[in-house]
Antibody, heavy 121, light 103 residues
Framework: EVQVVESGGGLVKPGGSLRLSCAASGFIFSDYSMNWVRQAPGKGLEWVSFISASSTYVYYGDSVRGRFTISRENAKNSLYLQMDSLSAEDTAIYYC??????????????WGQGTLVTVSA | EVVMTQSPGTLSVSPGERVTLSCRASQSVRNSLAWYQQKPGQAPRLLIYGASTRATGIPARFSGSVSGTEFTLTISRLQSEDFAVYYCHESHTFGGGTKVEIK
């Protein structure tokens, strides 16, 4: 069974940093690209970042570029999101999702349950 | 960057009705559009990919179609468990969502 499980969320002060993790199982992690997608309270889905299977290609949404860093460790079946210079606008549930296909025409097919990040003083 | 526009924002329907949700792309796109269902407190669930292919385990009452840059998700006979928010997705861009609520 395909599973992705996020962790690392919590309360952080504005300007602070947080590192999210995603543990994958039930599929060959090194064969798949991965996404981070977030959802602010009461809002829609926002794509955050993409990383290809071998980390060759990395992309970010405009709202996080330069502050967030996506990475992965295929040997550990793990995906990460390093989030720096956080602001209240980054408050959201962060989902890890497996991607079938590439950056331009792929789609997230399996999603974790998400981890909540709250940025507040 | 493609923009995906969903309509309507909210749809009030009764169980058993046929429902049609729209998603329009701002430019010509390949037919790789996906549809997701999200219920309160849950992660999104993949319903349709490739514009018209149902994901594993998705009931046949869900169907997807495309005409030019207009994509459609149809639920043939709405059941109580189908009340949710539906999102379209293309090229790492999500539509704003359509909420299907009980009339």
């Amino acid at each position: 069974e395909v599973q992705v499980v996020e962790s690392g969320g919590g309360l952080v002060k504005p300007g602070g940093s947080l590192r999210l993790s995603c543990a994958a199982s039930g599929f060959i992690f090194s064969d798949y690209s991965m996404n981070w997608v977030r959802q602010a309270p009461g809002k829609g889905l926002e794509w955050v970042s993409f990383i290809s299977a071998s980390s060759t290609y990395v992309y970010y949404g405009d709202s996080v570029r330069g502050r967030f860093t996506i990475s992965r460790e295929n040997a550990k079946n793990s995906l990460y999101l390093q989030m720096d210079s956080l602001s209240a606008e980054d408050t959201a549930i962060y989902y890890c999702a497996r991607v079938t296909g590439g950056y331009n025409h792929g789609y997230p097919d399996y999603w974790g349950q998400g981890t909540l990040v709250t940025v507040s003083a | 960057e493609v923009v995906m526009t969903q309509s309507p924002g909210t749809l009030s329907v009764s169980p058993g009705e046929r429902v049609t949700l729209s998603c329009r792309a701002s430019q010509s796109v390949r037919n790789s559009l996906a549809w997701y269902q999200q219920k309160p407190g849950q992660a999104p669930r993949l319903l349709i990919y490739g514009a018209s292919t149902r994901a594993t385990g998705i009931p046949a009452r869900f169907s997807g179609s495309v005409s030019g840059t207009e994509f459609t998700l149809t639920i043939s006979r709405l059941q109580s468990e189908d009340f949710a928010v539906y999102y379209c997705h293309e090229s790492h861009t999500f539509g704003g969502g359509t909420k299907v609520e009980i009339k």
